[in-house]
C-alpha cells in the first residue's frame, strides 16, 4: 500500500529552489534512505514529508486508511500524531530521561510507566532514566529522542541523520532497535543518512538527491549495484565527493 505520493513538489527559499521532486511514492512498512551530498535536499524532503512545511508548488500527499491523502493544509492534529520525526541534533528538556521519554505521552493526557519501562530497556536507557540530559552522550540524547518518539506508536517515523558522529557501539543499537521496531509495528522509516552502508544494512530502497534533484530512487540492490543514473554510479563508488 502506498503511504507518501509526491507530484510535482517543489520547494523554494526566496528565489532559491532547493528541492524538485517531480514524482515519487513511499510504501507503507518500507525503509527509504535519503543520500546525497551535504545540502542536496534530504532534511528539506524530510521536514515535507513531516508536514512541518507546506511545498512551494505540487502536492505531498498521506494516505492512511485507502482515504483521499492528506496535506499539509488538510492534516488534523490527530493525523499529524501518526508522524513522528527524530531530529539531528535532539532537544531534551532539562528533566530526568524518564520524564523526556514519557513527554509525548503526558502531552497527551496519558500515563503508562510500564510502557515507558519497557522502551527505555530496549534502548538501554534503564540505568539512565533519572540522569538529566546534560550528563548525557551524543548516542545517549539520540537513543532518548528515539524513545520518545516510538513510544507515541506513530505509522511513520523521519529520522535525520539519526547516527551521525557516534561511536559504532551506539549505531548497532540504534539500528538493531530499528530494525526491530520495524519488524514488530511495520512502522514506515524514511532515513536520512550520510552513511552509504548504512543505506545498505538498513533500506529496502534508497533516493539519491543531488543538488535539489530527485537523481533517482530504486531498490537497494539496484541503488548499489547497477544504477540508472551516472551520479548515482558515482556516488556510491565515491568518486562523487559529499
Ligand atoms: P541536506 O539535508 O541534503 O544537507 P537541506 O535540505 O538541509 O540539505 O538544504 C538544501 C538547501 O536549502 C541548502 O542549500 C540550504 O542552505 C537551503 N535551505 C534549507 N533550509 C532553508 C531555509 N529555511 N531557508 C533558506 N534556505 C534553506
Avoid: W
Amino acid at each position: 500500500m502506498t503511504l507518501y505520493t509526491l507530484e510535482n513538489v517543489r520547494q523554494r527559499y526566496g528565489a532559491r529552489e532547493v528541492l524538485c521532486v517531480p514524482s515519487m511514492t513511499i510504501d507503507e512498512g518500507e525503509v527509504l534512505a535519503l543520500v546525497g551530498p551535504s545540502g542536496a535536499g534530504k532534511s528539506t524532503l524530510l521536514r515535507l514529508l513531516a508536514f512541518l512545511e507546506a511545498p512551494t508548488m505540487g502536492q505531498v500527499g498521506l494516505h492512511l486508511n485507502g482515504t483521499r491523502p492528506v496535506t499539509f493544509e488538510s492534516a488534523t492534529i490527530d493525523i499529524r500524531r501518526q508522524i513522528a520525526v527524530s531530529f539531528q541534533r535532539p532537544l531534551l528538556l532539562s528533566r530526568s530521561v524518564r520524564a523526556n521519554v514519557a513527554y509525548g505521552l503526558t502531552l497527551r493526557g496519558q500515563k503508562d510507566d510500564a510502557r515507558v519501562d519497557a522502551m527505555l530497556e530496549r534502548l538501554k536507557l534503564d540505568h539512565l532514566a533519572d540522569a538529566r540530559p546534560r550528563t548525557l552522550s551524543g548516542g545517549e540524547i539520540q537513543r532518548v529522542s528515539l524513545a520518545r518518539a516510538m513510544l507515541l506508536q506513530p505509522r511513520v517515523l523521519l529520522l535525520d541523520e539519526p547516527t551521525a558522529n557516534l561511536d559504532p557501539h551506539n549505531i548497532t543499537l540504534i539500528e538493531t532497535f530499528l530494525q526491530e521496531q520495524r519488524r514488530e509495528t511495520g512502522i514506515t522509516l524514511v532515513i536520512v543518512t550520510h552513511n552509504i552502508y548504512q543505506a545498505r544494512r538498513l533500506a529496502d530502497r534508497v533516493a539519491l538527491l543531488y543538488e535539489g534533484d530527485l537523481v533517482e530512487v530504486a531498490p537497494k540492490q539496484i541503488f548499489f549495484d547497477t544504477p540508472a543514473d551516472a551520479r548515482t554510479q558515482a556516488f556510491v563508488s565515491g568518486t562523487l565527493i559529499y
